[in-house]
Every structure is written in C-alpha cells, then in structure tokens.
C-alpha cells in the first residue's frame, strides 16, 4: 500500500516521516530523488536558460539558497522550475509505485504531492498540520532565510487546510516531539490494520 506523506515547510513532516522509518516503513523522499534529478547535467543546462548561470557555484553545482531566493520572488519562475523537474520526479515515483507490493507499507514523501497531482499514486494521504506563524518561524530558523522569504514561501503553498480536507489522516504537530511520535505510532497501527 502506497501511502503519500506531506504537510506545508517546515511542518515536521520529515521528523514524522524519521518516526515511520523508525518502524521499518520504507520511504521515498521526493526532495532526494528532485535533488539527484536537479544535479544531472542536462537537468542543470535547462535550469540556468531560466535563471542564469550566477545560480552555479565553482564546480557547476546549483547554489540552492541563491535558486530558491530568485525563484520564490515570482510565481511564474516557481512554475518554470516545476516544470523542469517535476515531469521526472512523477515518472521516478510511478515505476516505484510499480514495483511495490499490496500488502507492504511503502511512504511517498512529497512535500507537494497535491500540487503536482501526485496523490493518484497513493492509496492513503497523511497531511502533517502545523499553525502558519509557527511556520514561518522554523523557515527562518532552519533555512536563515528572511522573513519575508519565509513568507513567500508559505504562500506560494497550496494552504493547509485545503490539504487536510483532502488527507486520510492528519497529525498535528502542535505538541512535544514524543506526542508527535505517539501520533505517528497511532497512525502506523491504523495502517497495519488496513493492510492485514
């Protein structure tokens, strides 16, 4: 059973997706598997036609602080970078989700999986819930980023509660780090339950 992991920045939803590999649940992050895509040649190639070179460092890697400053300032940039990466990731996750067997718990996670449509490979969504101001505040503290960036970020996000509409199931994470793991536990069982 494919189960899609997401959740808005900085919401813990990579802290909730270390508790599901905890308990032996394989996962797919799509930030790694962007990541790698991001850092082929031809993928780079495409990438500086929009943003320039100014973005590379010394050895020809993109800077991703400088990438995510230029393109989070303008919509259409974010959507010209999606447009780039996004078609591979997709591909990458549906030959995953062919491999996969029914009765194994395998986690997507993708931080926009309801932007990209990608909840149709899953069976099961889990939407991990966090209050926006507390949001913004971990983008600035995790990232360095300004507030303003933080900001930008958040809102160029499908919202929250949209998302959660549309989960199966949702953890907030507006506890203590072993309340989160007590959700996450909960969850999992539900799930196991499922796939019995």
Not at 37 to 64: H, M, P, Q, W, Y
Not at 156 to 172: G, H, S, Y
Request: one cysteine or more.
């Amino acid at each position: 059973m494919i189960i899609g992991l997401t959740g808005g920045i900085a919401s813990g939803k990579s802290t909730v997706s270390n508790f599901f590999k905890e308990l032996g649940v394989e996962i797919v992050d799509a930030d790694i598997v962007a990541r790698e895509i991001s850092e082929r040649k031809a993928t780079i190639d495409e990438i500086c036609n929009i943003f320039g070179r100014d973005i590379l460092d010394e050895n020809g890697k993109i800077v991703r602080g400088k990438l995510r400053e230029r393109v989070f300032q303008d919509r259409e940039l974010v959507q010209k970078l999606n447009s780039i990466i996004h078609p591979q990731v997709i591909e990458y996750f549906k030959e995953r989700r062919e491999r996969n067997r029914r009765d194994e718990l395998l986690i997507f996670d993708i931080p926009l999986l309801y932007e990209a449509k990608m909840d149709t490979l899953c069976d099961k969504v889990i939407v991990v819930g966090l209050d926006k101001k507390k949001q913004i505040e971990r983008v600035v503290q995790r990232d360095g980023s300004s507030e303003e960036v933080a900001k930008n970020i958040v809102a160029n996000q499908m919202p929250l509660e949209d998302k959660i509409k549309r989960a199966n199931f949702v953890i907030m994470n507006d506890g203590t780090l072993e309340e989160l793991k007590g959700k996450v536990l909960k969850v999992y069982k539900e799930l196991r339950e499922v796939i019995k």
